[in-house]
């Protein structure tokens, strides 16, 4: 199946500062990726699909500018968290679309998970 | 209306028999695919397995097995010959509508698993 590397795997922070986390679609060209959120013993929830040369799409109730998206290459986006909060803490995890195969299956990253202090 | 649902939060098998995780979605798109996913304590999330709804037989992939019965909207993955390795959060998700409908993708809220020796 598709590679997709996500870095780091976990970060901690103190409050009010922000941290980037990489996703990467190692053998693929992805124009689209998402990223999801999972609470502690919850289910995943889309925050937003990142774009290659677009803005990103966020869902509703998700701040765009807390959250900032960047897709600068077909191989790359980023999720930088700003000023973080401990109510941020959480476990970040990006997926690739495969595209072009018939189950049409995410392929997910190994995942983030951020604690803010 | 939730689009999926696990309804069995936790789970506990015997070593090498076969246990059964429920799952119901909800959908009107006549076009739709359904998917399970297996999480380890480690973060990622591994595809397990998937059907579509056009197709006609159960989906199989070595001891996991997806009993699909349409007209009661229900994906049950079967875990055959369960072993250690097994223990993990499992989700089941739904993709509505055509594949390339990657912003469709719902997941359920999970069913945790624990297989004892």
């Known amino acids: 199946g598709a590679v997709v590397s996500q870095h780091p795997s976990w970060v901690i922070c103190k409050s009010g500062t922000s941290v980037k986390i990489e996703c990467r679609s190692l053998?693929?060209?992805?124009?689209?990726m998402f990223w999801y959120r999972q609470f502690p013993k919850q289910s995943l929830m889309l925050m937003a699909t990142?774009?290659?040369?677009?803005?990103?799409?966020?869902e509703q109730g998700v701040e765009k500018d807390k959250f900032l998206i960047n897709h600068a290459s077909l191989t790359l986006s980023t999720l930088t968290v700003t000023s973080a909060h401990p109510e941020d803490s959480s476990f970040y995890i990006c997926?690739?679309?495969?595209?072009?195969?018939?189950?049409?299956?995410?392929?997910f990253g190994e995942g983030s998970r951020l604690t803010v202090l | 209306a939730q689009k999926i649902t696990q309804t069995q939060p936790g789970m506990f098998v015997q070593e090498k028999e076969a246990v059964t995780l429920d799952c119901t979605y909800d959908?009107?798109?006549?076009?739709?695919?359904l998917f399970w996913y297996k999480q380890p304590s480690s973060g990622e999330m591994i595809f397990l397995i998937y059907?579509?709804?056009?197709?006609?037989q159960n989906a199989t992939e070595g001891r996991y097995s997806l009993n699909f019965q349409k007209a009661r909207k229900s994906a049950n993955l079967v875990i055959s010959a369960s072993q250690l390795g097994d223990s993990a959060m499992y989700f089941c998700?739904?993709?509505?509508?055509?594949?390339?409908?990657?912003?469709?993708?719902?997941f359920g809220s999970g069913t945790k698993l624990n297989v004892k020796p």
């Open positions: 997926s690739v679309p495969p595209g072009g195969r018939s189950t049409g299956e995410l392929f």
């Open positions: 053998d693929f060209q992805a124009t689209t």
């Open positions: 059907q579509g709804s056009y197709d006609q």
């Open positions: 998700a739904m993709r509505e509508g055509l594949k390339d409908n990657f912003n469709k993708f719902y």
């Open positions: 990142s774009n290659e040369g677009s803005k990103a799409t966020y």
């Open positions: 959908t009107s798109d006549p076009s739709y695919g």
